[in-house]
């Protein structure tokens, strides 16, 4: 049973990705303001008194693999503290530390009289990882944060895939299961209060998916888990007429809508993350910078500061490693010593962002629109097969055959942080393995849990499930052929043999 209150874990075969189903759904539909909350003090700025703001969010995950003692599922991350000789596996305590920090960097802060904001996207698997490491000083670290209501206007949480799956290629049965994983698994170790108050969404890889379909479940399942808003790459949607965003409008939040073969409709908030070098951007706070030169904008009949919007890896590299200690602390040490800010110049939370202005009379459908990349050439050649007015699923594939046929540049893998490569050519040997395991288990255990939900609570269901997520993680994709498709086939072998 998941309680009100963080809980002090111990490990176990499997992390908490499931049988409290009914209680996260409560807890997630919850619509209460989360940082205009009056009887938690929750914010402390004014709109009226921001020119532009500017977010950023810190992104953690470490996959887990089958490389413990004879084959069992470990943390990447310990296995990096045991093989210290291997490539750059000697920065684990230094990832750890990454991992940790912020606790300290915001009690610091807080306590010196600044104003920080940080947004956080830590992984199912990291967050497993941690616990079955028995990592308690780090988990504790950022409980103090999470949990502690004197730091709750200044820190946001974000969630993700629990098990880091780029979602274009995941199965469509599985995204939800991915996204209430995590929910649950955060509960556990947070507390069901927190995970409240957790309503903006982080996509692994910044992949958003380009089918119709696959983008409509996507969101439809985001709805449905309580997130009011979705980070968005900036070359990863377009508007109605295929061109790209506007200079102004990639400060905007959006409403990125998407509509499925059958003709149905659906939208959520987008907040744009702009295009460059992520962690270097973040660990120089580069957006600070950025937000010095936009301004106002005025949205329906409000006027409303710009916001730059950015993410990266908190520990990748040597500029997260070295960089972002020194220059997290001065952005806030400089805002405090020019007042408010400079020039009206703030950091904000994404959700604190949206509240803000929806206070003020802006309303989402004020939004412009977007929708995912390469969408305006399916719909154009949808047109020109048949009746839009009767749209289905053969005129929507019939379109993107024929487009794919004529188009060297379009296709439906979707679009990330980068595009310079695939997570779906030359992989064909995880894929396949992936589909049939997501398969089997539907076909096992769809029909049982709508028979009785308490289903969920089994250890066998708990296992499928957990095989079921973990061979869909990036990671054995990212890094190519060799040694991690190795770890994402014997994940398939060790889940096929739970049936």
């Not at 439809?220 to 888990?225: D, G, H, I, Q, V």
């Not at 030359?426 to 289903?455: C, R, T, W």
Request: aromatic share 10%; charged share 20%; net charge negative.
């Amino acid at each position: 049973m998941i309680s009100t209150t963080p809980s002090s874990f111990v490990a176990s075969d499997f992390p908490a990705i499931c049988g409290n189903e009914e209680l996260i759904q409560r807890a997630v539909q919850d619509d209460a303001p989360v940082f205009l909350n009056s009887n938690l003090n929750s914010n402390n700025l004014k709109l009226e008194e921001i020119t532009s703001a500017f977010a950023c969010a810190l992104h953690m995950h470490q996959p887990t693999i089958p490389a413990g003692a004879n084959g069992a599922l470990i943390c990447n991350l310990q296995h990096m503290f045991e093989h210290q000789g291997e490539g750059d596996n000697h920065n684990a305590g230094v990832f750890a530390w990454c991992y940790s920090r912020m606790g300290d960097f915001i009690s610091q802060l807080v306590a010196q009289g600044s104003n920080p904001r940080i947004m956080l996207d830590y992984s199912g698997n990291l967050l497993w990882g941690l616990q079955q490491m028995q990592r308690h000083d780090i988990l504790d670290n950022l409980k103090r944060i999470t949990c502690d209501l004197q730091y709750q206007p200044y820190v946001e949480w974000l969630g993700t895939m629990w098990s880091h799956a780029v979602i274009p290629s995941t199965p469509i049965p599985d995204i939800k299961l991915h996204i209430q994983a995590w929910q649950s698994h955060f509960a556990s170790i947070f507390g069901i209060d927190v995970l409240k108050r957790v309503k903006g969404f982080s996509p692994p890889e910044m992949h958003l998916p380009n089918h119709p379909d696959t983008l409509y479940e996507y969101i439809k399942a985001l709805k449905e888990c309580g997130y009011r808003w979705l980070m968005v790459q900036e070359h990863s949607v377009e508007r109605f007429d295929g061109s790209g965003l506007t200079q102004d409008q990639k400060y905007l939040p959006n409403r990125l809508v998407a509509m499925n073969s059958k003709g149905e409709s659906i939208s959520i908030t987008a907040l744009i993350k702009t295009q460059g070098s992520d962690t270097k951007l973040v660990a120089q706070m580069q957006p600070y910078h950025e937000a010095k030169g936009r301004g106002k904008q005025q949205l329906g009949n409000v006027s409303i500061p710009s916001l730059v919007t950015q993410i990266a890896d908190g520990e990748n590299g040597g500029v997260m490693m070295n960089e972002f200690p020194r220059d997290y602390p001065l952005v806030w040490d400089q805002l405090k010593n020019n007042g408010r800010g400079t020039a009206g110049v703030v950091g904000l939370n994404g959700t604190e962002y949206l509240e803000m202005i929806e206070a003020a009379g802006v309303s989402p459908l004020d939004y412009p629109t977007i929708q995912a990349v390469q969408q305006h050439k399916v719909w154009q050649k949808v047109e020109q097969i048949g009746d839009r007015q009767n749209l289905n699923a053969a005129m929507v594939e019939h379109a993107i055959t024929e487009l794919k046929a004529s188009d060297h540049q379009f296709h439906m893998d979707g679009a990330s942080w980068t595009n310079s490569m695939s997570w779906v050519n030359g992989y064909e040997n995880v894929l396949e393995p992936m589909n049939q395991l997501s398969a089997k288990f539907h076909e096992k255990y769809d029909p049982l849990v709508a028979q009785d939900p308490s289903i969920t609570k089994r250890s066998d269901y708990q296992q499928a499930l957990l095989y079921n997520l973990l061979v869909q993680t990036s990671c054995f994709r990212y890094w190519g052929q060799g040694t991690w498709t190795d770890y994402a086939r014997e994940l398939y072998r060790k889940g096929e043999q739970s049936y």
